[in-house]
């Protein structure tokens, strides 16, 4: 089992660039290397997804906005990109309680769970919690459920934050 107290993350750090507004860059120091996340600007509304980098190994996955497939498969492959942070992945709390409105089609949402379970093979430790605010956001993580039955990774759906909270301390608390 892979797991390290920090993770390999070395810093957890947020900057914003261009303050006109017309551009904003996440980026992230991970086991010495700097990643970035970019995010476009639409209208005066970013779109939509932070991905932070925490010093325990966990990752919080923040939609707010409109949300697209397109960018739930881009940040997941930001997420996966290197056999050394899929076992650097202790926990994923993805929050989509901001989300104001979703397109995501079923195809996506297949690739998502194949990407999901291509990592889980590599780590079959991360746990995953994902919190939703509405019916349809619900109903398609229980869709990406199904599709990722059997893989080697714990994850559960909650309507509420401190739900998703307890329930990864307590799956973290069952693996030490």
Known sequence: MHRSNNGGFTSDHLERL????????????FAGLRLSFNTRIQ?????????????NGGMRFIATGALTGKEILDANK?????EEKTLASVYQICDYRGVETIDVPTDD????????????????????????GDDLAFGMTRMWQGLTSGAPF??????????AERWV???LEATR
């Open 18 to 29: 261009n303050s006109s507004g017309k551009f904003e860059a996440w980026s992230y120091v």
């Open 43 to 55: 209208g005066s509304l970013a779109i939509p997804i932070e991905l932070k980098y925490l010093e």
């Open 78 to 82: 930001t997420i996966y990109e290197t």
């Open 109 to 132: 949402i297949r690739t998502l769970a194949e990407r999901d379970k291509r990592a889980a093979r590599i780590n079959p430790n991360i746990i995953i919690a994902v919190v939703v």
């Open 154 to 163: 714990v994850n559960c759906v909650f309507r509420s934050m401190d739900e």
């Open 169 to 171: 301390a307590e799956q």
